[in-house]
C-alpha cells in the first residue's frame, strides 16, 4: 500500500486550469483517469487525510504510485479526452458500464449499391443506417417480416446475391414478392435505393406518409374495379399498422427523445435507456457498473452520455436528452452533445406530463434491472470468492491469488510445439491478456524442457518491464533473442511506457501448470534462475485432477465438490483449448506449404494446372522438363525452375497405417482431411486422432 504524500506534486507544480489527470500504480498501469475544471483544486482533494476520503478514493491513491496530467483549452475538451483516455486505458477505478446484453439492431445497409436490411450486433459501421436497439433478434425479424409486403428491399447476403445474379433466378422472396429482386434487375439501383430510403424513413417515425399514400391507392383502385389490386394494398396497409402497433405511442407530440434512468446502491448501480422516435419507443437498454469511485448521481448520468454517445454523431445524437440529475457542471455536457449531433441538444430533467411519466416507467426499469443483476451477482462473486480462498488456503498462500496465469504444452508427435497462457482475474478470464508461444529453444517432444523456456520467456519480459519502467534494475536481465520472442505481444521498447493493461509487466499471484511434478519442477526452477521468489507455483494433473505443488512427493487432494478444484479445473482447461487451437492453426499452415510455393512467379493457377495435369506431386516430381513443359502455361525455364525446386525439396515422409503397418502411397490430391484439419490417406483409419496433447 502506497503513501500518497510518497508521489504528491508541489501544490505550485499544479496548474490551475481546465485538465485532464491519470492515476497510475506501481507497475505504470493506468488505474484511474479524471477531468477537471482546476485541476490544482481537484487534485488537492485526493492529498487530504486519507480518513476524511471516501473508502474507494482511500483504495484508489494507496493503490496509485504517481499521478500526471495534461492542460486543456476548455471544459468540452477535457470531457472528450476523459473519454478516450478510459476508453484506451480500461481503468479500473473507473466507472465502466457493463451492457448486460449484446443489443441486436435493425440495420439498412445505405453504403452497398444494393441497400440491404439485416440484423447486425456490435460496433456500427459508417455508412449505415441503425434501428433499435431491440430486446430481441426475433423482433427485429417479425418486424421486417411485416415490411416487407411494403418496402420489399433486399434481405439476402452476399454469396446468395451473387449467386442468384449468376443463374438468373431470385430467391423464394423475389417469388413471393417480398424482394424486389435486384439481383436479376427486376428494378434498377436507383430505384432499389429509393426504397430503401422510403423503409428508413418509415422505421424513422415517418409513418403518416405512407399509410395516406396507401388508403388513396386503395380507393382508386376500388373505384377503377380493380379489387384484387385493392385487397392487397388493404392486406399492405393491415401490415404497416400491425409493425406499427408493436411500438406504443408514449409520447404525443411524435418526440425524438432519450430517456436515461439510474437506480444505485452503495456499491452498484444500473442504467436504462429507452430510444423514443416519433414518439414511439423503438429501442431499449441497459447496463449496471461497479461504483469503485466515490460518484453522485449526475456523475453517473456523465458516465452514461459519455458511453451512449462518444462514438455516435448526427441523428443517432437526438435533439432532446431526458435524465434524473444533471452533470455538474452542465455547460460543458450540452455542449459536448450539440457538438455529436451538429444542432442543438436539449439535456435536462422532465418536470410534468407524459415525459415525466415515461421516465418513471424507465427508472422501474432500472430498478428491476438492478435487483436482478444483484440477485445473479450475489451467487457469483460467493462462488468465486470462495474458489479463490480454497486455492489460498489448499496453497497456503499469503492472499487470495486474484491473478492466475496457466500455461500448457501442444504439438503433435514432436511437430509444431507451441504453448499458451491464460489469465483469470478475479476468478474470471481476461482474454484480451492471453498469449501464444512457439518453442524456439529445441526441436522435438520434451514437456518439460518446454514448460522450462515459456516460463523463462514469460518473467524474462516481466523482469525487463521492470528494469525500463525502473522498478528494478538488473546488469543483464533479458538474454539474446528476446525481442518479439515469440509471446504474442510486442517486442521490448515497441510501445510507449503510456500504461496500457495488456503487458507482461504485471505478474501473477499464482502460475499453474498443465501437468504433474516435473512440469511444476520446471516451472520453479524457471523462475528461481530468474530471481523470483515471490510467485506461487502448482500443477493439475489430468489423470486424478491431483494439485502438485513444488518440493512435496504427495500431491495436495482438494475435494471434488471443492469450489478452488472447479476454478482450477476451468483455468486449466481453458489453457488447453487456447494451445491446441494454435497447435492446429500452425498445423494447418504447415500442410498447406508446397516446394511449387519457392518457385519465383508460379500463382495459384498455374500450380492446381501442374497437379491436374499430373495427379499428384511425386508424379510431378518424377517428371522430365519436356513433360513439364507440356502443361498449358508453363514455358522451359519455368519448366527448369520447378525441376530444381522439386529436386531440392526432401519428399514428405510416408504415411503408415497403424493398424495394418502398410505403407500409404504419397497421394496429395487423393487424401481427405479430418474436421481438425489433419490430413488422413483416403480410405484409412484416422492414424492421429486422439494423439494430440
Known amino acids: 500500500m502506497a503513501d500518497p504524500s510518497s508521489y504528491r506534486p508541489s501544490p505550485g507544480q499544479i496548474p490551475d486550469s481546465p485538465g485532464v489527470y491519470k492515476f497510475r500504480d506501481e507497475h505504470r498501469r493506468v488505474i484511474y483517469v479524471g477531468k477537471a475544471k482546476s485541476l490544482r483544486q481537484r487534485l488537492a482533494n485526493y492529498f487530504q487525510d486519507l480518513a476524511g476520503l471516501h473508502p474507494r478514493t482511500r483504495s484508489m491513491v494507496t493503490t496509485a504510485a504517481s499521478v500526471e496530467w495534461t492542460v486543456v483549452s476548455t471544459e468540452v475538451e477535457a470531457l472528450q479526452l476523459e473519454y478516450s483516455w478510459i476508453k484506451e486505458f480500461d481503468p479500473r477505478f473507473n466507472v465502466k458500464y457493463r451492457d448486460d446484453k449484446s443489443y441486436p439492431y435493425l440495420a439498412v445497409t445505405m453504403n452497398e449499391q444494393y441497400p440491404r436490411v439485416q440484423v447486425m450486433r456490435g460496433h456500427k459501421k459508417k455508412g449505415v443506417r441503425y434501428f433499435g436497439p431491440y430486446a430481441h433478434a426475433w423482433a427485429i425479424r417479425d418486424t421486417v417480416d411485416l415490411l416487407l409486403r411494403v418496402f420489399p428491399v433486399r434481405t439476402c447476403s452476399a454469396g446468395v446475391f451473387k449467386n442468384a445474379a449468376r443463374t438468373g433466378r431470385p430467391c423464394l422472396l423475389g417469388y413471393i414478392g417480398k424482394c424486389s429482386a435486384p439481383c436479376v434487375e427486376r428494378i434498377s439501383a436507383e430505384d432499389h435505393r429509393e426504397l430503401a430510403d422510403e423503409f428508413s424513413d418509415f422505421m424513422a417515425g415517418r409513418t403518416g406518409t405512407y399509410i395516406r399514400r396507401l388508403e388513396k391507392r386503395m380507393t382508386d383502385a376500388a373505384e377503377e374495379m380493380e379489387y384484387e389490386r385493392a385487397a392487397r394494398l388493404r392486406d399492405d396497409i393491415e401490415a404497416l399498422k400491425k409493425a406499427m402497433e408493436k411500438n406504443a405511442v408514449v409520447l404525443a407530440d411524435a418526440t425524438d427523445a432519450d430517456l436515461i434512468a439510474v437506480a444505485e446502491d452503495e456499491l452498484e448501480a444500473a442504467v436504462q435507456i429507452f430510444h423514443v422516435r416519433g414518439g414511439?419507443?423503438?429501442?431499449?437498454?441497459?447496463?449496471?457498473?461497479?461504483?469503485?469511485?466515490?460518484?453522485?448521481?449526475?456523475?453517473?448520468?456523465?458516465?452514461?452520455?459519455?458511453?451512449?454517445?462518444?462514438?455516435?454523431?448526427?441523428d443517432s445524437v437526438p435533439k432532446e436528452v431526458l435524465v434524473p440529475a444533471l452533470p455538474d457542471p452542465v455547460g460543458p455536457v450540452q455542449e459536448w452533445l450539440t457538438g455529436r449531433r451538429g444542432a442543438q441538444v436539449s439535456l435536462r430533467i422532465p418536470q410534468r406530463g407524459d415525459k415525466k411519466a415515461l421516465m418513471e416507467t424507465v427508472a422501474r426499469n432500472a430498478q428491476q434491472s438492478l435487483v436482478l443483476h444483484k440477485t445473479k451477482r450475489a451467487s457469483d462473486l460467493t462462488t468465486r470468492s470462495r474458489a479463490l480462498e480454497e486455492i489460498a488456503e489448499a496453497l497456503d498462500l499469503d492472499s487470495a491469488p486474484l491473478r492466475i496465469e496457466c500455461y500448457d504444452i501442444s504439438h503433435l508427435q514432436g511437430d509444431d510445439v507451441v504453448a499458451s497462457m491464460v489469465v483469470f482475474e478475479d476468478g474470471l478470464a481476461r482474454k484480451s491478456e492471453y498469449r501464444r508461444f512457439q518453442i524456439k529453444g529445441f526441436e522435438g517432444q520434451d514437456d518439460v524442457r518446454s514448460m522450462h523456456e515459456v516460463i523463462t520467456r514469460r518473467f524474462r519480459r516481466y523482469l525487463a518491464e521492470k528494469e525500463k519502467t525502473g522498478e528494478w534494475v538488473e546488469d543483464d536481465s533479458a538474454g539474446p533473442g528476446d525481442a518479439g520472442d515469440g509471446l504474442g505481444a510486442p517486442a521490448i521498447g515497441a510501445r510507449d511506457d503510456d500504461g496500457r493493461p495488456k503487458r507482461f509487466a504485471y505478474p501473477p499471484q499464482l502460475v499453474v501448470v498443465d501437468g504433474g511434478q516435473p512440469q511444476v519442477a520446471a516451472a520453479r526452477r524457471a523462475l528461481d534462475e530468474l530471481g523470483i521468489d515471490d510467485i506461487a507455483v502448482c500443477g493439475l494433473a489430468k489423470r486424478l485432477e491431483e494439485v502438485w505443488v513444488p518440493g512435496e512427493d504427495d500431491p495436495v487432494i482438494l475435494p471434488r465438490t471443492s469450489e478452488g478444484l472447479y476454478l482450477l479445473q476451468r483455468v486449466r482447461d481453458e489453457a488447453h483449448r487456447f494451445a491446441i487451437t494454435y497447435q492446429r492453426t500452425k498445423r494447418a499452415k504447415r500442410f498447406r506449404v508446397s516446394p511449387l510455393d519457392e518457385v519465383a512467379g508460379l500463382g495459384e493457377a498455374r500450380k492446381q494446372a501442374l497437379l491436374k495435369h499430373f495427379g499428384s506431386l511425386k508424379k510431378l516430381r518424377s517428371a522430365t522438363i519436356d513433360q513439364i513443359c507440356e502443361v498449358p502455361g508453363i514455358g522451359r525455364k519455368t519448366a527448369e525452375t520447378i525441376a530444381v525446386a522439386l529436386a531440392q525439396a526432401a519428399p514428405a515422409a510416408p504415411a503408415v497405417n497403424t493398424a495394418t503397418g502398410e505403407i500409404m502411397e504419397e497421394e496429395e490430391p487423393g487424401t481427405t482431411a479430418d474436421p481438425s484439419g489433419e490430413p488422413v490417406a483416403a480410405g484409412s483409419p484416422d492414424r492421429r486422432r486422439g494423439q494430440e496433447t
Not at 449496471?288 to 448526427?314: F, P, S
Open 280 to 314: 414511439r419507443v423503438r429501442g431499449q437498454r441497459g447496463w449496471v457498473t461497479d461504483k469503485v469511485e466515490a460518484v453522485t448521481t449526475g456523475d453517473l448520468v456523465e458516465h452514461a452520455l459519455q458511453q451512449l454517445y462518444g462514438e455516435e454523431t448526427g
